[in-house]
């Protein structure tokens, strides 16, 4: 018996190149300013829903992701990983969600698409380095969660068998299915792009991507429905208003600075032992060391 | 007046030192507040536990002593955690960013919409002027972490929803005992109330856990390497170095991921938090989420090749050339000097 497997996958800006138009006056995250690149730890779990997908056949993999339209990269990205299809949730509405929103949404999504069998997110995205949104959308959906996954051994019988990785140790654990896993970025890496799928999605595109191109390619996507990406609105997906966005959001932003340094006045010393034998003694003779 | 709380957590059979740093830090938000400090313990076995968090400020200890609390699993914790906070209604409850704090903390805030905010590195009190709602705020408790990778700070508070949580990262704040003899009342929390049978489904069949883990943190000299040490053969001059020097060995992340040394010797953002007497970093070139960890020393020698390398930007001594090359004449020097 195959599983349903949903990878929840983010586009996050590239946090090791970061200007200084970076935020915006709002408090949120101008991310048109940064290079979008597939969130690190969601490409390890989407290689732990792939590896499923491969020991049971019939599975089926589906990436979700939020985020605004240019997200369908992640999407197209997965494809020629090897997940099977994907959706996008894309809203105004959307905007300016905590994680808690966030998590509401993705929860949101996950129902309409059903019978679920194993939710599995990255331990955290690395824009804000929360690892909160995974157990927030177990919480939501009433599911029992596994976090900090390195492998996971076997999904069958009703039942995940998983190892962890904590601080200190490893813990191997077993929870019912369906449930959420979160994995660490000590996980294997994700395979490459697939030749074969990279030609075969190429092409794949939302509704929203498809409205300037010519009928010769909607004629394509007619004959070739896997070239759809699914685009849900606020509108596809049944919510509560209330818990969306900024108003859903518990938390607000109040301030934003920028890190600054405090100017040290250094010493600069040479290599020879003369100059570091003067350091040592300094050292030792105003009580740091010894 | 609302109290503040303070979930802690247990390591190898002692309250774990992030607890007692955030117990020491909640003394504080709670004086200022005019508000009672009150800690929370779960696990099993927990015989004059509240001993060892008295002297640290605590008023009020819950405890809840279980078979099903220990070892840990997210679920029965969360369920009592979240009835007691029902309950109680704390404004602030905080919490170690520690791999059980990490995965306890989010379950509880969605169960009860209070939003959390992760890792900070600094919690204050202020008040909050929203001119959109024309609505004032006092006495908010500003939750101050690094966001983007470090490259900026957010000042996070949740206005409206209760109660206000934030974990916080260990080392990042000091811990200090507040009066030897602080005493306070102990509460038994009756866990069956809360804890329902669906809440034991997730199994630990297996745990292996490293005793004595490292504590790089309470050391007050550190030598650190960096990527620039080259090779996990190389790092063994830096615990010959310590060794001598009675130090402990830390890391960056870029050696860590190398294979050079163990995780919990990496200091920074995503590291422990140090600020030793003496930090010795060597090889490392100084990227913002390093020295976010270590940048609070109080004297900082860099060693590198690069003279320009940004490290030497918070260094007090900058030593200009091959690391390999220069520590075997500070273990030289220091021998010959500290006898
Ligand atoms: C979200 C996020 C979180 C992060 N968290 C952390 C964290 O917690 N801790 C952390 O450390 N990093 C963290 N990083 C990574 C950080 O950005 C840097 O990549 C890392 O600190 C670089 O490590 P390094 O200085 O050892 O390596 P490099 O940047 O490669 O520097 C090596 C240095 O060694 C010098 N060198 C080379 N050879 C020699 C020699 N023979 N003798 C002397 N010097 C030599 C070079 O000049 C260079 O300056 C994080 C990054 C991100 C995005
Ligand atoms: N907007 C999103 N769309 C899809 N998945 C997400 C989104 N935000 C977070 N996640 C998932 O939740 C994990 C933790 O994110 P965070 O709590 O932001 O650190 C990520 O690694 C993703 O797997």
């Known amino acids: 018996m195959g599983l349903k497997i949903i990878v929840l996958a983010k586009q996050v800006p590239d946090t090791r190149n970061v200007g200084k138009d970076a935020m915006k006056a709002d408090g949120t995250v101008n991310r048109a300013a940064l290079e979008a690149i597939f969130n690190p730890e969601d490409m390890n779990a989407l290689e732990q829903a792939l590896r499923l997908k491969e020991k049971y056949k019939g599975s089926k993999v589906t990436l979700l992701t939020m985020g605004p339209g240019r997200a369908a990269d992640i999407i197209r990205e997965g494809l020629f990983r090897g997940a099977d299809d994907g959706v996008l949730l894309t809203d105004r509405a959307f905007a300016g969600s905590d994680t808690l929103a966030t998590s509401y949404a993705i929860s949101c999504a996950i129902n309409k698409i059903k019978e679920v069998d194993i939710i599995v997110a990255g331990r955290q995205a690395i824009d804000g380095d929360t690892a909160q949104v995974g157990p927030q959308v177990a919480d939501k959906m009433n599911l029992p969660q596994v976090t900090y996954a390195e492998e996971i051994y076997s999904a069958e019988k009703g039942k995940i068998v998983v190892k962890r990785r904590l601080d200190r140790g490893v813990e191997k654990v077993e929870a019912p299915l369906p449930c959420v896993v979160t994995v660490n970025g000590s996980a294997p890496a994700c395979r490459p792009r697939a030749a074969k799928l990279l030609m075969k999605y190429k092409h794949a595109k939302t509704i929203s991507e498809r409205q300037n191109e010519s009928e010769d390619y909607l004629n394509l996507v007619n004959d070739r429905p896997y070239l759809n990406i699914n685009e849900w609105t606020v509108n596809d997906v049944e919510t509560d208003d209330n818990m969306l966005g900024l108003s859903g959001s518990p938390t607000k932003v109040k301030k934003i600075e920028n890190v600054v340094f405090q100017a040290k006045e250094t010493k600069v010393l040479s290599d020879n032992e003369g100059d570091i034998d003067e350091l040592i003694k300094e050292l030792i003779d105003n009580h740091t060391l010894g | ?339």
């Open chain 2, 1 to 339: 007046m609302n109290s503040v709380f303070v979930i802690c957590e247990i390591d190898e059979g002692k309250i774990a030192d992030v607890s007692l740093e955030l117990l020491t830090k909640g003394r504080t938000l709670s004086n200022t507040l005019g508000c009672k400090l009150e800690a929370v313990v779960l696990g099993h076995k927990l015989n004059g536990v509240e001993e060892e968090l008295f002297p640290y400020g605590a008023d009020v200890v819950h405890i809840g002593d279980d078979k099903r609390l220990d070892p840990y699993t997210t679920l029965p914790h969360t369920s009592v955690i979240t009835g007691l906070f029902e309950n109680e209604k704390p404004q602030i409850g905080l919490l170690g960013a520690t791999p059980l704090g990490r995965d306890l903390g989010p379950r509880v805030s969605s169960a009860l919409k209070s939003g959390l905010t992760a890792d900070c590195t600094a919690l204050e009190i202020g008040d909050h002027e929203d001119k959109k709602e024309k609505k004032s705020y006092k006495n908010l408790l500003y939750q101050i972490r690094p966001a983007f990778g470090g490259n900026i700070v957010a000042t996070i508070i949740n206005p409206d929803c209760r109660p206000q949580m934030a974990t916080v990262r260990e080392g990042v704040m000091k811990k200090e005992i507040y009066s030897p003899t602080h005493k306070g009342e102990v509460k038994t929390i009756d866990v069956n109330k809360f804890i329902k049978p669906e809440d034991t489904v997730v199994k630990v069949i297996e745990r292996h856990m490293e005793k004595g883990r490292v504590n790089i943190k309470n050391s007050s000299v550190i030598v650190s390497g960096g990527y620039g040490m080259g090779s996990k053969e190389n790092f063994e001059a830096l615990y010959e170095l310590a060794d001598v020097l009675g130090a402990e060995v830390g890391a960056s992340r870029a050696a860590v991921d190398a294979g050079f040394a163990p995780h919990d010797r990496q200091v920074g953002q995503t590291g422990v938090t140090v600020r030793p007497k003496l930090y010795i970093a060597c090889g490392i070139s100084g990227q913002i989420q390093h020295t976010a960890g270590m940048e609070e020393s109080a004297m900082v020698i860099a060693i590198n090749n690069d003279s320009a390398a940004p490290i030497n930007k918070v260094a007090d001594y900058v030593i200009t050339g091959d690391v390999m090359d220069i520590i075997p004449k500070m273990i030289k020097s220091y021998k010959k000097n500290s006898k």
